[in-house]
């Protein structure tokens, strides 16, 4: 084989590596790739990593993969070990998962199914039934069924008007179309005879969605996390975050058509799955390091039931944080569900001062509510 | 130096340097790239990294026109590359009225009445271009659209005037603040560079370059202070270069007065920020 063929296979299975890690390399950038090679000093080593990187990847996300593929393929300098790479929070992450308590889904109970069982209604008061039910006494087979009712409560979101315009017949307040108004004049000799109009759209507003996934949220985190995968899936401009110790955004893994699968991503992805919680903590994160996609007009969603575990006064601190960044913020607890329930917890009574709405949200109908305030912002 | 004579990585940095842009490796390399490979470039990073400086140091190291264009949303094909000046239009229909001018359509969507925004002006520019799409991520998913169409064949057309194509591809820089991401389509057409902070010893260079004059005794204490603030990770805005850039002219124009504590709404704009930096003493024995 002569040394360009190797080349040429080399940038192959570099190709293949990065697309095997999810990144998106065609044959356009792997012809790039040939053509960046030649323009620069191909015994250099660095020189052709950084010219390589520069076309291979088109994101922050990509480089790290990059880097992996590349030391894969052309062989790891000396001195930069993998170890120095590798994240060391992931391994905390699986530390932490195997010291802290975790909480397994109450084993329902027997008497529990009987009653199920023996209420076999028609299929149209099923759905009627399975609105009211909390996400904690939920069957395998209701979870499915209730797949379809979240589909439809995702799609209905915020929005807010957009600076683009369109032609509208005349209203008060609208702002004249000039071009059109010319191109019609011509047919008048120039006098603006027939007017038009035009008036801003309505776009989506952003919505975040931060979900507690810790121990206390066990029973309603799998239900909790199919409303993000719907909404994800439905609508625009959606960013999904999950949280127990730690804060890990899940909006790519939960990016997809396939439910399964990309519940299973989001799991994964998730360190911290059942673990402890620190919302605090959570929510200092989101404001740091994803301020600008949480910032300036996006609805915020919290779902956790507030059992904060972390500092005290962090939470109370971030949540004021939040709420002056966001447009709105939104708190569900599943706890909120029981009629006597009052915001007594740490956690909550922090909370509670810097929230617009305090909802349910343990059950289909309590996430209709909260559909319905969401159109209404 | 023109474009063409930028022929290598270091000549790309040396044009850079000119201008008193210190560019590291990696990112002269990439504008090496954009300008060989003739792609466009899309630059991300924190705020006040000197994404847009980049743009304005190449126009001027190559002695290139630099058009910008500055997005927002809703912005729209009359916003970017051409709209027509309906007043003047108006004024030629009530001259051929009168008898006294040209008032046919062809005439009217003539190139006479054409105003042309940024993007048309870069594609019809006789000098070479530096076209800087500045804060992408501001504008909307159908401009992107649009802009992905524009870049890969360097064509508009205008229904009045027929297609116009470019005289020679400018050299394109994006620059996105990640407010959200942006379309995949887009991305793939571009080369890619993520700009970080720079190490302390390039933060020290910047700074002699950008304020000539400059004691080093204040440029060091600077740079020390803000690679602190970027170290403690509990701030909610960490410092750019060019807060780094105001810090030191501060205390530059204070002189002997000049105090990190007294000066640090220079660096940091969250009053949170602040109140946390002074109780914690994170700038102690700087």
Redo the contacts between chains.
Sequence with gaps: MSEADALVSRLGSLAALLRAQGS?V?V??LL?AH??LR???CSSR??SR??L???L????S??ERFDRAFDAVFGAERGTADADRADPLAELGAVTRSVLPRAAIPASDPAQQVAERSAIPAAWSDLELLRHKDFAQYSDAEMVVARELMARLARRGPTRL????RPVRRRRGHTPD??RV?RA??RT??EPVQRHWRA?TR?SR?VVLVCDVSGSMTPYARMLLQYLHASVAAR??VEAFAFGTRLTRITNELAGRDHDRALARAADAVADFSGGTRIGAAL?EL??LH???V??GAVIVILSDGWDRGEPGVLE?EMA?LRRSAHRLVWLNPLAAHPDFEPLTRGMRAAVPHTDELLAGNSIASLEELACILEEI | MTFAELRS?EAASDALAAESYLAD??LA??V??AI??E?PL?L?GEAGVGKTEVARALATGTGSRLIRLQC?????L?HAVYD?D?AR??LA??A??AGTGP?G?TE?FSRRFLLRRPLLEALESEDPVVLLIDEIDRA???FEAFLLEFLSDFAVTIPELGTITGRQRPVVILTS?????LH?AL??R?????IDYPSPERERAILHARIPGVPESIAARVVAAVGRLRDHG????LPGVGETLVWAQALLALGSEGDLDQTLGAALKVH?DVVRVRERKVLEGV
């Design positions: 998106r065609g356009g950038e790039d053509r960046a323009v620069v000093d660095e020189d950084l010219a990187r520069t076309v990847c088109s994101g922050r990509d480089m957009s600076r683009r315009t000039v071009r010319l004049s011509l000799g120039g801003p776009r952003p625009r401009r200092a404001n740091r301020g600008r996609r910032g300036r601190a944080r | 990585v490796r990696p390399l990439a090496h790239l060989v490979l792609q899309l991300e927002h949303e809703g912005m729209d009359h027509w309906y239009q108006l229909l009530r051929a009225e008032g359509e009217l909307d998913d159908e603040n990640r407010t959200r991401e995949d991305k793939r571009c080369l890619y560079h993520w509990d701030l909610y805005k949170e």
